[in-house]
């Protein structure tokens, strides 16, 4: 069965110094990817996805993802921090085919330090 | 453009009443999602629309729960009767589908409280 497995959840982390926030995934295929964040009171919004190609994807707000097919990771970078990334982070593996329906993990909590 | 809307943004009720919670997608979107958010279970598909026609119900938790996607603009969740085990965040999403890789967009969620 399909799982998207986050193990983190929560990270405390300095601003201005580097974040990564770890995801692993359990699918038979290649999976579609993705990571979201929500701030509180908000929806969620998406900061990158990955389907195909370069296994290194760019998102919004300055985030990067690597995918890595050996380890079954999806894992979101960003090399430094600022105080309005403190949010929730949620990774999800898509499948289903044309539906895009989506598994999401339980989340990791940031907070950032001054 | 506008996004996902969804309505009510909060709702108190007595367990009992019926509630229903609205969504409008974004347009040209042609799949809906239903998901409920809680502390403890995390975030759950409930059910999807493609085409207006639900697909996957499998995620409703019990017949109290039912969702209608009348047109291609509008979507409904109700719960009748609500029970407080129903207090959780429930968000719409929504995507083009056409090509299978398009992200979902969420609206801001309905805070759902039942007393």
């Known amino acids: 069965a399909q799982s998207v497995t986050q193990p983190d959840i929560h990270i405390t982390v300095s601003e201005g110094a580097s974040l990564e926030l770890r995801c692993n995934y359990s699918?038979?295929?290649?999976?579609?990817l993705f990571w979201y964040v929500q701030s509180p009171g908000q929806g969620l919004q998406l900061l990158l996805k990955y389907f195909s190609g370069d296994t290194l994807v760019q998102g919004i707000k300055g985030f990067e993802a690597e995918f890595k097919r050996s380890q079954s990771s999806f894992n979101l970078r960003k090399p430094s921090v600022h105080w309005s990334d403190a949010a929730e982070y949620f990774c999800?593996?898509?499948?289903?085919?044309?539906?895009?329906?989506?598994?999401f993990g339980t989340g990791t909590l940031l907070a950032v330090q001054p | 453009d506008a996004g996902v809307i969804q309505s009510p943004r909060h709702e108190v009720t007595e367990m009992g009443q019926e509630v229903t919670l609205r969504c409008k997608p974004i347009?040209?979107?042609?799949?809906l999602f239903w998901y409920r958010q809680t502390m403890m279970r995390g975030l759950e598909l409930l059910i999807y629309f493609n085409n207006n026609v639900p697909i996957d119900d499998s995620g409703m938790p019990e017949d109290r729960f039912s969702a209608k996607m009348p047109n291609a603009s509008f979507s409904t969740l109700k719960i009748q009767p609500s029970e407080p085990r129903d207090s959780a965040v429930y968000f719409c999403?929504?995507?083009?589908?056409?090509?299978?890789?398009?992200?979902?967009?969420f609206g801001d969620g309905t805070r759902l409280s039942i007393l």
């Open positions: 999403a929504s995507s083009f589908d056409r090509y299978s890789n398009q992200p979902q967009h």
């Open positions: 347009s040209g979107h042609n799949s």
């Open positions: 699918y038979g295929a290649t999976p579609y």
């Open positions: 999800a593996v898509g499948y289903g085919g044309a539906t895009n329906k989506l598994i």
